[in-house]
């Protein structure tokens, strides 16, 4: 299982939504253009994003896209999830397992708990987490040029 560009792109964008002003939108032209991702690209993203209660689109004058909720209400996984679908590792542990050895094999089992582990740590790490994670390395990153 990879995250794809995709999934990388929809946290990227709703960072940048979670850095506006509040009761400011963001028009898609100005976050494709800020976090360099493709336009149509992200304008399908975000309506994956608004699909799943996490980004609402609004229309007409002064509109476009703002987060639904505060960063630290949605966590990493639901924005994966909501565009790349749900997180699997195995064809046994999806919805419509297509293996043989379902509920009878030890890969199985390790499977499930290495992907127990990595949906534990998308769900305990929230946009509001990355916000802060990202602004001390930008911190750091200044700091070094200027020595």
């Known amino acids: 299982m990879q995250i794809t560009r995709a999934g990388e792109y929809g946290v990227m964008g709703l960072m940048h939504l979670a850095r506006q002003e509040p009761g400011r939108r ?8 800020q ?11 975000f309506q994956s994003l608004v699909k799943a209660g996490l980004v609402r689109s609004i229309r007409g004058a ?17 924005i994966i999830e909501a ?9 046994c542990k999806m919805e419509r397992p297509d293996c043989e050895h379902v509920g009878g ?6 499977f499930e708990r290495a992907q127990d582990g ?8 929230t946009l509001a ?18 020595n």
């Open 26 to 33: 963001a028009m898609i032209d100005q976050v494709s253009r």
């Open 62 to 78: 002064g509109g476009g896209f703002a987060l639904a909720k505060t960063p630290a209400e949605i966590p990493v996984l639901a």
């Open 129 to 146: 987490d990355l916000i802060q994670q990202q602004e001390e390395i930008e911190l750091t990153q200044s700091k070094a040029r200027r």
């Open 105 to 110: 094999c030890a890969l199985c089992g390790l």
């Open 83 to 91: 565009v790349e679908g749900r997180i699997v590792f195995q064809r």
């Open 35 to 45: 976090e360099k991702i493709p336009k149509s690209f992200l304008a399908k993203i």
């Open 118 to 125: 990595l949906k534990e740590a998308l769900m305990q790490t």
